[in-house]
């Protein structure tokens, strides 16, 4: 019986596996997905921060009408925390120094107007002054031992700043799958080659390749004639040291659609078969016991592709136990007509409007064998099977491929 996408996704989450975990330096841990929790070491920040360069006062003396303070020492970044000797006085600070004992409030250059008075440096205040201003107080961003970044999270600019901060030069994080991508058939040719009248060049195992590299993922590429047997004993040979095979054609009803028929063969279970949507009708999905999962993904590029961003890439987020990015919702941008009991992923560019929610543009194309046509959008639209008429306007899930 063939599945629902609904029932297809769930199908293929359920046999989400953990890939492990592993110890990488901070400084490359970009894009991977951390397995730990990160605690502030000391505060944030670790003292009162000077937030301007200028002068440190007692605001008391301001208070009390003072408005001219002599220079009595200067503390800047980098230098161990001094006093102010006599509160009549100011002390100069620069951005980043500590604050100096016995002042409380830091004023600007910008608020001053400096002169010499008997061979003494000294300030005159020319703004209004709050007390406590331009200080950015010890542990006021957060405490010491305060949780910073969950597991979960995909390490990115800002996470490896705080990684940095507190000392951490060592992360835990998600152990990368490895993914085969396979490639079938006899009428596809090597990039670099000049293609017969009835060849093409291989197209899939690139796009997808390039989908994982997202992630983080550098796949093996591998392409197969359509030949049961050599199939067979390639992936004979694959079935040992890889998680992942994301394969590419072969899965329809043709006569040399052999795929599935050699994935029984090595002794995969098949999970379905086949999913009501469009495109993507013949996808296959398997595991094999203490094996790799398998996604037999149709031939067809837009289908391929659809697949991949439906499927493949939250499955291996799940694996990797990257949390899951919220559902996105868009507004069909115009009325769409699809009578066919599938669900259709409607190739889409996203757009914002005033209103601050996103319009989805649906994009020409010819079909799943269009691959160009993907280059105008940047989303799949998914409108579901039992609709027949969509209305512009109205909201729907979309699954953003850039
Ligand atoms: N009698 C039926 N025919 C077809 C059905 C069906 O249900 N009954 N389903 C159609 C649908 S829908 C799709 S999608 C395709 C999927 O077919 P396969 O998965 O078997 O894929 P192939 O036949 O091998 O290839 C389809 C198409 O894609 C091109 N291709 C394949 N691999 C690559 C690659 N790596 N790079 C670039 N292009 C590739 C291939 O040349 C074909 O043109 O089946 C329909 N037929
Ligand atoms: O369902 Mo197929 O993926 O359109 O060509």
Same mark, same amino acid.
């Given at each position: 019986?063939?599945?629902?996408?609904?029932?297809?996704?769930?199908?293929?989450?359920?046999?989400?596996?953990?890939?492990?975990?592993?110890?990488?330096?901070?400084?490359?841990?970009?894009?991977?997905?951390?397995?730990?929790?990160?605690?502030?070491?000391?505060?944030?920040?670790?003292?009162?921060?000077?937030?301007?360069?200028?002068?440190?006062?007692?605001?008391?003396? &301001?208070?009390?009408?003072?408005?001219?303070?002599?220079?009595?020492?200067?503390?800047?970044?980098?230098?161990?925390?001094?006093?102010?000797?006599?509160?009549?006085?100011?002390?100069?600070?620069?951005?980043?120094?500590?604050?100096?004992?016995?002042?409380?409030?830091?004023?600007?250059?910008?608020?001053?107007?400096?002169?010499?008075?008997?061979?003494?440096?000294?300030?005159?205040?020319?703004?209004?002054?709050?007390?406590?201003?331009?200080?950015?107080?010890?542990?006021?961003?957060?405490?010491?031992?305060? =949780?910073?970044?969950?597991?979960?999270?995909?390490?990115?600019?800002?996470?490896?700043?705080?990684?940095?901060?507190?000392?951490?030069?060592?992360?835990?994080?998600?152990?990368?799958?490895?993914?085969?991508?396979?490639?079938?058939?006899?009428?596809?040719?090597?990039?670099?080659?000049?293609?017969?009248?009835?060849?093409?060049?291989?197209?899939?195992?690139?796009?997808?390749?390039?989908?994982?590299?997202?992630?983080?993922?550098?796949? !093996?590429?591998?392409?197969?004639?359509?030949?049961?047997?050599?199939?067979?004993?390639?992936?004979?040979?694959?079935?040992?040291?890889?998680?992942?095979?994301?394969?590419?054609?072969?899965?329809?009803?043709?006569?040399?659609?052999?795929?599935?028929?050699?994935?029984?063969?090595?002794?995969?279970? !098949?999970?379905?078969?086949?999913?009501?949507?469009?495109?993507?009708?013949?996808?296959?999905?398997?595991? &094999?016991?203490?094996?790799?999962?398998?996604? =037999?993904?149709?031939?067809?590029?837009?289908?391929?592709?659809?697949?991949?961003?439906?499927?493949?890439?939250?499955?291996?987020?799940?694996?990797?136990?990257?949390?899951?990015?919220?559902?996105?919702?868009?507004?069909?941008?115009?009325?769409?007509?699809?009578?066919?009991?599938?669900?259709?992923?409607?190739?889409?560019?996203? !757009?914002?409007?005033?209103?601050?929610?996103?319009?989805?543009?649906?994009?020409?194309?010819?079909?799943?064998?269009?691959?160009?046509?993907?280059?105008?959008?940047? =989303? &799949?639209?998914?409108?579901?099977?039992?609709?027949?008429?969509?209305?512009?306007?109205?909201?729907?899930?979309?699954?953003? &491929?850039?």
């Amino acid at each position: 019986m063939m599945l629902n996408v609904t029932a297809a996704f769930s199908a293929v989450m359920n046999t989400v596996r953990d890939f492990g975990t592993e110890q990488v330096p901070f400084d490359t841990a970009v894009g991977r997905v951390l397995r730990e929790t990160i605690y502030a070491d000391r505060p944030f920040p670790p003292f009162n921060r000077v937030m301007m360069d200028g002068i440190a006062i007692s605001y008391d003396s &301001f208070a009390k009408g003072q408005l001219i303070f002599g220079v009595e020492d200067m503390q800047a970044a980098g230098m161990s925390r001094k006093q102010l000797g006599n509160t009549a006085n100011c002390m100069e600070v620069m951005t980043g120094a500590v604050l100096p004992e016995l002042t409380d409030t830091v004023i600007p250059y910008e608020h001053l107007h400096e002169d010499e008075h008997e061979g003494f440096r000294r300030f005159t205040i020319e703004k209004e002054v709050r007390q406590g201003q331009n200080i950015h107080l010890l542990g006021s961003d957060a405490p010491a031992g305060k =949780a910073l970044i969950t597991a979960g999270t995909q390490i990115g600019a800002a996470e490896i700043a705080v990684l940095a901060t507190v000392g951490h030069a060592l992360v835990t994080v998600s152990k990368r799958p490895r993914v085969v991508v396979i490639a079938t058939g006899d009428e596809l040719v090597p990039v670099t080659t000049v293609p017969e009248a009835h060849q093409i060049r291989l197209s899939n195992l690139y796009s997808i390749g390039a989908a994982l590299q997202g992630l983080g993922i550098t796949a !093996q590429y591998l392409h197969l004639a359509d030949n049961a047997g050599a199939m067979e004993t390639h992936l004979q040979e694959l079935l040992r040291d890889t998680d992942v095979w994301i394969c590419s054609g072969a899965v329809s009803a043709g006569k040399y659609d052999h795929l599935p028929q050699v994935l029984h063969q090595l002794g995969m279970r !098949q999970i379905f078969h086949k999913v009501q949507q469009r495109p993507g009708k013949p996808f296959l999905f398997g595991v &094999f016991e203490k094996g790799p999962a398998v996604f =037999a993904l149709p031939g067809n590029p837009v289908s391929g592709f659809m697949c991949y961003y439906r499927y493949v890439q939250p499955w291996l987020q799940a694996g990797m136990r990257q949390n899951a990015a919220p559902p996105l919702y868009a507004l069909l941008g115009e009325d769409v007509l699809f009578d066919k009991p599938l669900e259709y992923y409607l190739p889409v560019k996203l !757009q914002s409007l005033p209103s601050g929610q996103w319009e989805a543009l649906p994009q020409t194309y010819h079909g799943s064998g269009d691959l160009a046509g993907l280059l105008l959008a940047d =989303a &799949f639209m998914a409108l579901p099977a039992e609709q027949e008429i969509f209305k512009k306007g109205s909201s729907f899930p979309v699954w953003r &491929f850039r």
